[in-house]
């Protein structure tokens, strides 16, 4: 399959630790990118490559995975990382590339 | 400071044909790949396809596979993204974005262009 799940919505509160997770099959072969995107904006790229967060990117983003699984944890979330969240990969063919459903973080 | 600007917002038909474009500027134009992403409003992203603005060739989603094709023009830093034979389910937020032949990611998108497809 190509399809990348993400449950659709997580809440955390200021300051706490959530984590948006991503399956795929896909993601056995190839890495994960996350992106950020607010309302009226485009998305932002926020980890690539696993766990490699782009300049301007706070530290509290973070990455991983294991197995068809990748993961976006914010440490310390703030009320600005109030947003929906989109992994993205390659298909299993490789050649086509595949959005999540998206999960949309709410900062309680 | 790379910058992907893309043309303005457009109305168009059903039946129709649409020519977006995303000028590149503040990289080595030919080094990277482009990309273009649609976005229906409430709905997550959804990838059409890519060149690589190097050597010309191009990838398609198979969800759009017949009605869209991807230019550039290097002597310009441009990328186009035509799509005919419109819909109204066409309508949505158009973005073009910079990646990689061998990578996994977009690092930077243009601004979008929200094209309206009605009658």
């Known amino acids: 399959s190509s399809e990348l799940t993400q449950d659709p919505a997580v809440s955390v509160a200021l300051g706490q630790t959530v984590r948006i997770t991503c399956q795929g099959d896909s993601l056995r072969s190839y890495y994960a990118s996350w992106y950020q995107q607010k309302p009226g904006q485009a998305p932002l790229l926020v980890i690539y490559n696993k766990d490699n967060r782009p300049s301007g990117i706070p530290d509290r983003f973070s990455g991983s995975s294991s197995g068809n699984t990748a993961s976006l944890t914010i440490t310390g979330a703030q009320a600005e990382d109030e947003a929906d969240y989109y992994c993205n990969s390659r298909d299993s063919s490789g050649n086509q590339y595949v959005f999540g459903t998206g999960t949309k973080v709410t900062v309680l | 400071q790379v910058q992907l600007v893309q043309s303005g917002a457009e109305v168009k038909k059903p039946g129709a044909s649409l020519k977006v474009s995303c000028k590149a500027s503040g990289y080595t134009f030919t080094s990277y790949t482009i990309h273009w992403v649609r976005q229906v409003p409430g709905q997550r992203p959804e990838w059409m396809g890519c060149i690589n603005a190097g050597n010309g060739n191009t990838k398609y989603s198979q969800n759009f596979q017949g009605r869209v094709t991807i230019t550039a023009d290097t002597s310009a830093s441009t990328t186009y993204m035509e799509l005919s034979s419109l819909r109204s389910e066409d309508t949505a937020v158009y973005y073009c974005?910079?990646?990689?032949?061998?990578?996994?990611?977009?690092?930077?998108w243009g601004q979008g262009t929200l094209v309206t497809v009605s009658s």
């Open positions: 974005a910079r990646g990689f032949e061998t990578g996994n990611y977009f690092d930077y």
